[in-house]
């Protein structure tokens, strides 16, 4: 790789041997035309964001084979697309992303039922929290207490980073052999992966998922400066709390009524991403609407996604939440709440 000198200052950078793209105007429009006929693959799509995708995506064109564990939901979830978009091509196969072979499956399944025989996009969707796994206060074992600690159960891990990691590693595989369109172009070859606010700011209490989290955007960052050499482009989103059955809690106390995220802004986030083919190498971070005072055209616009590049604003945002939550709760109820949430304690939240 070479090195430039591109920055002002003169130091060195290597944004542009990256390909990675400007930061994203997220209050700009865009056009989701691109989005018509592409075969996208979706790791977990049948719940939640990963469904919210399908379901937006096909209202747009878009083809979509969905791996999953919860077969129940992913099949009638097809079956819903398939009435509604009867010209479009949407199939489920089970996978449990901890599983090489699953997803290697996963991947043949949906080159083989895709329409043009190609996919263009794959999100790693697929993730879980685990919130009594009890990783931050190691028990004697049960069965042999002279043994030391129980083995810790590390289930987070194995679907946040191992799955997601087989899943990258197949979308680097066969992205790049998607070749070109009528019109001669490339086609798109884009992996969106699933980050949280979890990636970029600890959450007390669920120490794997904030590990898991974190890893992928280990995975994000060091794969941006690699995987335009296949073609490939790598974005994220960065989700803060957003109501989904990921959640066992739900809506309960949860920031103790301060705001969440929306789903439509996580579905806007990843379409933007999806659709805008010029967007490389970048992470959105989805936050509870605010309204920001804009400096250079004295507007207040309406932010809900927030460029990675500008991170801090968005961390400082978050602890502006916890200062919200102090005010409309008191530390007690937050302390409390907290504690109901991540099991530290408490009935609350189970
Ligand atoms: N909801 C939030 O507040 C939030 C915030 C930030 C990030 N996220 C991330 O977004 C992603 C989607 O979560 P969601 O909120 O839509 O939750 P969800 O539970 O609705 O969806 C997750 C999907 O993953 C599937 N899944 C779980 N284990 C699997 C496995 N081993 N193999 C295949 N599929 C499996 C589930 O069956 C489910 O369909 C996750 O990676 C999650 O960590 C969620």
Redesign the pocket.
Known sequence: MVFTTDHDDGSWSVVSQCRQSPPVDTTAPYSTASLAGKTILI??????????FARHWAKHGSHVVI????DT??HSLVADLRSSYPSQSFHYQH????SWS?QLSLFKFALANSPTGVIEGVVA?????DMDNGFDSPRRSSTNPDSGPEEPRLKVL???LT?VAYTVHLGLYYLPKNGTRSDGQQRDRHILL?????GIAPLPGQTE?TAS?HAVMGLFRALRGTSWRRGVRVNC???????????PTSGVAILAGAP??ELEDVVDAGTRLMADEGIRGRALCIGPKLRVYDDEDGETKLIYAEDFERVEAFVWRYIGMINVMKGIAGWVGVVKDLWGIYGLGGKRGR
């Open positions: 790791t977990g799509g049948a719940s939640g964001f990963g469904a919210a791996g999953d564990v919860n939901l992913g996978c449990d992303v901890t699953d969707g697929a993730g879980i929290v194995d679907v946040n799955g699933v980050s949280s606010i979890a998922y989290k989103i960065n989700p803060y709390f957003v109501d989904t059955p990921l959640l969440k995220a």
